[in-house]
């Protein structure tokens, strides 16, 4: 009896807690139970690009509106607004980082209405990431990483309504199979998009199977319920458009007025409800009632809206409930009606929204921008690691955040893509270079904290070194560098430094002299910039896992050596070689044989550079910024004879070649590697001063590989999809581009191969890439000079430095072995690729070193070979976030090997840190995962499985504090 009083306070204590949170998919209105009425979901949301025709800022504020007369700003206010009118409206935020734009620019009154409509249900909050980031483009560790900066952000402001539930990609333009994948481990229960293959947009309206399950890893077994829209777009039915931007009329509902149209819109839009109910396997239909910047007057929309929803309820015959919804209503009454839903094992890509386009020229589209994109992601992590080891402080924190949000925000399907225009691409740029420019803070009080005594700790980066740049010590005879290593593995490999002088001394950390090698920098015509240092020294370096080591330069000695050699005409054939490979090269100064010293086995080879005429007429689909589309299926060689340059010596044996004014190449035998390197040159892509003709250089390895017409490209840079030449696995495929509609995206590598072989390639950045029969083909470098029609309005042209056309630098790495041992070693090596030594100069070694720790490692042992630190990140409180990553993959009968379950100690795997507790969550780090008890063991050891990502906060103290 005494018990009660205590009782029922509990539970109206409860129940004035739920009532407070009450997310919007615990709020949704009812959906008709007569399973013969059809319920219409009105899905209130906007799209907004963090960045497009505008910069984000910009468009934030609703700057410039001679461009385009939207404010995101005013989205906010103005949906809030008209939300608090009336309980029962609904809306959908997308844009994460939007919204921490909107957040930290009004004050607290603000800010609480709009908690407040998220907890009450108003609001749901779908997406989360900080964009709706790009598909084919983006690396899996950006996208992770873009997603967690989103939701941590959520989190923070929304609490548990602030965990979306709805996956929402509905602008980018293909869908690919790992996105799915990251969405179903980060705990989504659906998936929505708008921009499918036409012809299996087709084929889907006609099965009733738009919405489907997505077997979203064959390792992991994960699947998510996922729909593509009915209407090719992810706006309103015709007529329907309620914006202050749209022509549409409002409805009329005063008879005593002029134009009074209750009727023939109620039937209007029931016409249109019958039609979409008619594609779908149940009776719930989602209607999007919004699209690209709307709502900036969210009164016109809602107005209408309402008068829609009670006009149908009068006015119509027909057997239909029109309700206001949410993405995650909407998937719960889907689910409720059980519907047997089909499933779906590959992905979306190429992308065609029509005959003649073929969405895949924005795979390669802007190579440098896609290329620095890559740099500082590699960057971010190793910044973020440090800020862990080194126990950093708020000012380091805020400095990395600039970081996290630029390489966040360029993940964008409209930054990385290189589909923005001109001057917005310059701002991404822009924050990108400052982001990256926070690292060198970071770095130095990372090495101010390890090294309390040290005296002059400056260190700075060179953002350049890729064009042979570095003037803080171009002219300085000796100096320090530290290398930086973010990977849980050591590096082992050559570094290259720009250096004035003919020959150097290099000592390691133990002030031995080790062996480097000076060479002339490669001179090419295309890179003119006064800048570039004279000569590179090569040098073998021997990096700890997540650690750094130093090297010192100083002015040479006789152990250095030039070993250049120029090749005179008519010589016959060239060859290098290093301990494991010889390359040869025939009399036009092609590559033409790779030797395995080994086994003694001769592989053919051939590498060519052609490029492609795009279709440059106005009237016609133009190839363009989205769009691939040449003029003819035949690429156009250049037949000149290659100019050559033999360099050879202890570390460096390459060839350069010069092929004509707008390409050249290094093709090298790195150091102790099994594997060729080939650093692309390409560009200025010349232009023509009247009518020119929009040009896309490719590259291609023509091997003995008799792949026929299978290849396998990466998905995210992490699960391989199975890739037919000419064929598609879920709908009849069509003809109409034989080129552009068989290329691919390539993120990360991409291979052939056959019982025998195997030609495997990883890339740098993000490339297209397509295969026929033994024969690889990336795209490296476009200019189209008309704009393709897809909204950007402006041709892809970009200036490059001097105003006379971009000139880029990138590389490939190709592995061309058995399949065996290409099964064991292709994955790590692409995950070594990823994780690029970050090098840091001082100018005065004597200071740096004095007092210093020359060589430091935050693991006490190499991770194994399958395993990869993805993530080590502060978290709140004293906590970080690790993440452990299994690279190996169910890829053939090849790995089947490699890709088993492993389990794994970390208990003692960090140098100065100790592991007091684990907390295992979804992949997202916004949400716990079952119980810590079932996933680490009473040891501290973890089971991994192929493919698997697993996500800790971990509780840390330092050793010896
Ligand atoms: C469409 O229906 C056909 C015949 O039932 C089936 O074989 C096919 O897998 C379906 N395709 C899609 C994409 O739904
Ligand atoms: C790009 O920005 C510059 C500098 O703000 C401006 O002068 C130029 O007109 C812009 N170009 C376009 C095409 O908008
Ligand atoms: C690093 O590479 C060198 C040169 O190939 C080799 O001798 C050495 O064993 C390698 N070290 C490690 C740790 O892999
Ligand atoms: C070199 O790297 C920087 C920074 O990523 C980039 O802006 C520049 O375009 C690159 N240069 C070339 C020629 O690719």
């Not at 290259?496 to 002088?501: K, N």
């Not at 590259?699 to 890739?723: A, C, E, H, L, P």
């Amino acid at each position: 009896m005494k018990a009660l009083p205590f009782l029922l306070i509990l539970c109206l204590y409860l129940q004035i807690e739920k009532s407070l949170q009450d997310c919007a998919w615990d709020t949704c209105h009812e959906i008709d139970p007569d399973p013969d009425v059809i319920t219409a979901h009105l899905i209130p949301h906007t799209h907004d690009d963090l960045g497009w025709i505008k910069t984000v800022d910009q468009y934030y504020w609703g700057a410039k509106p001679e461009l385009v007369p939207v404010g995101v700003q005013y989205i906010y206010n103005t949906v809030i607004d008209e939300l608090l009118k009336n309980p029962d409206r609904r809306f959908s935020f997308a844009e994460t980082g939007f919204l921490w734009r909107w957040y930290t620019s009004n004050g607290d009154y603000e800010r609480h209405q709009l908690q407040k409509l998220v907890k009450n249900g108003q609001i749901e909050i779908i997406g989360g990431g900080w964009v709706q980031n790009d598909e084919a483009t983006s690396h899996y560790v950006d996208i992770v990483d873009q997603m967690t900066l989103g939701l941590q952000r959520l989190k923070q402001i929304f609490g548990d309504c602030g965990k979306p539930v709805s996956g929402w990609q509905i602008d980018p333009f293909g869908h690919s199979r790992e996105m799915a994948n990251i969405y179903a481990q980060m705990g989504y229960s659906s998936l929505y998009f708008a921009r499918i293959h036409y012809l299996e947009k087709e084929l889907r309206l006609k099965n009733k199977t738009l919405e489907f399950n997505w077997n979203a890893s064959d390792d992991l077994g994960t699947q998510i319920f996922t729909g593509a829209f009915f209407n090719d777009n992810y706006g309103p039915p015709e007529g329907f458009c309620f914006d202050s931007l749209c022509g549409d009329d409002p409805i009329m509902d005063n008879v005593d007025l002029e134009g009074y149209n209750v009727k023939q819109k109620v039937n209007a839009f029931a016409e249109h409800i019958k039609k979409q109910a008619a594609h779908q396997k149940t009776n719930q239909v989602m209607l999007l009632m919004g699209s690209d910047f709307q709502y900036t007057n969210a009164n016109s929309w809602y107005v209408n809206l309402d008068k829609l929803i009670k006009h149908m309820k009068t006015y119509s015959s027909e057997k239909i409930r029109v309700i206001y919804s949410t993405p995650a209503c909407y998937t719960k009454a889907v689910q409720s009606r059980s519907p047997k839903l089909s499933v779906k094992n590959d992905d979306f890509f190429p992308y065609a929204s029509g005959k003649h386009s073929y969405w895949t020229g924005y795979f390669a589209s802007r190579p440098a921008f896609k290329g620095m994109i890559r740099q500082a992601s590699s960057m971010l992590q190793l910044a973020k690691q440090l800020d862990v080891i080194a126990d950093l402080g708020p000012e380091d924190e805020s400095d990395l955040n600039i970081l996290r949000e630029a390489s966040a925000l360029v993940q964008h399907h409209d930054a990385v893509t290189g589909t923005a225009k001109e001057n917005v691409t310059r701002d991404y740029e822009k924050q990108l270079a400052r982001g990256m420019s926070e690292v060198e803070a970071v770095i130095n009080d990372f090495m101010s904290g390890m090294n309390p005594n040290g005296v002059e700790p400056k260190l700075v980066i060179c953002p350049l070194l890729n064009e042979t740049i570095c003037k803080p010590i171009s002219n300085q005879e000796e100096f320090s560098i530290v290398i930086f290593n973010s990977h849980g593995r050591y590096y082992n490999g050559t570094i290259r430094i720009p250096y004035g002088q003919k020959s150097a001394t290099v000592r390691d950390a133990n002030k031995n002299v080790i062996e480097s090698q000076v060479v002339e920098t490669f001179k090419v015509d295309q890179l003119k910039n006064a800048d570039r240092s004279l000569y590179e020294i090569h040098v073998l370096v021997r990096v700890p896992p997540l650690g750094y080591t130093t090297i010192t330069v100083s002015k040479g000695n006789s152990i250095v050596n030039v070993h250049s050699k120029s090749r005179k005409k008519g010589d016959a054939k060239v060859e290098i070689q290093n301990e494991h490979l010889i390359a040869g090269f025939d009399a036009q100064g092609y590559l033409s044989y790779v030797t395995e010293k080994a086994t003694n086995k001769r592989r053919s080879i051939r590498q060519e550079f052609f490029y492609y005429e795009g279709i440059d007429s106005k009237d016609d689909q133009p190839s363009g910024a989205y769009i691939f589309r040449p003029k003819t299926q035949q690429p156009i060689a250049f037949t000149s004879k290659i100019a050559l340059e033999v360099v050879t010596g202890s570390i460096t044996n390459e060839v350069r070649q010069k092929v004509n004014p707008w390409i050249s190449q290094q093709i090298r035998l790195p150091k102790g590697k099994n594997y060729l390197e080939f650093e692309w040159i390409v560009g200025p892509i010349p232009k023509e001063t009247k009518n020119p003709i929009t040009k896309e250089f490719i590259t291609r390895y023509i091997t003995d590989v008799q792949s026929k017409n299978v290849s396998f490209t990466d998905s995210n840079g992490r699960q391989v999809m199975k890739r037919f030449f000419g064929g598609a696995t879920s709908f009849d495929y069509l003809d109409t581009e034989p080129i552009a509609g068989n290329y691919y995206p390539l993120t990360s590598f991409g291979y052939i191969k056959d019982g025998n072989d195997q030609f495997s390639l990883i890339t740098d950045r993000a490339q297209g890439m397509m295969a026929t029969d033994g024969v690889v083909e990336i795209m490296l470098h476009r200019r189209c000079f008309y704009d393709d029609h897809f909204g950007v309005e402006e041709a892809l042209d970009e200036p490059g430095k001097d105003g006379n056309g971009l000139v880029a630098i990138g590389k490939h790495i190709i592995l061309f072995t058995d399949v065996k041992a290409s099964a064991v070693q292709l994955r790590p090596l692409v995950s070594e690729n990823f994780h690029q030594p970050v090098l840091a100069f001082s100018k005065n070694s004597e200071k740096f070193e004095f007092n210093r720790k020359l060589e430091y490692s935050g693991l006490t042992q190499e991770l194994p070979l399958y395993l990869n630190l993805l993530t080590l990140e502060k978290w709140h409180k004293k906590n970080s976030l690790v993440r452990f990553e299994h690279i190996y993959h169910n890829d053939g009968p090849e790995s089947e090997q490699l890709a088993v379950a492993e389990s794994f100690n970390p208990k003692n795997l960090f140098t100065n840190l100790d592991i007091l507790s684990f907390k295992p969550l979804l992949l997202g780090a916004n949400k716990q995962k079952g119980s810590s008890k079932s996933i680490v063991s009473k040891t501290g050891s973890f089971t991994i499985r192929s493919s698997e990502i697993l996500t800790f906060e971990i509780e840390v103290e330092r050793k010896g504090t």
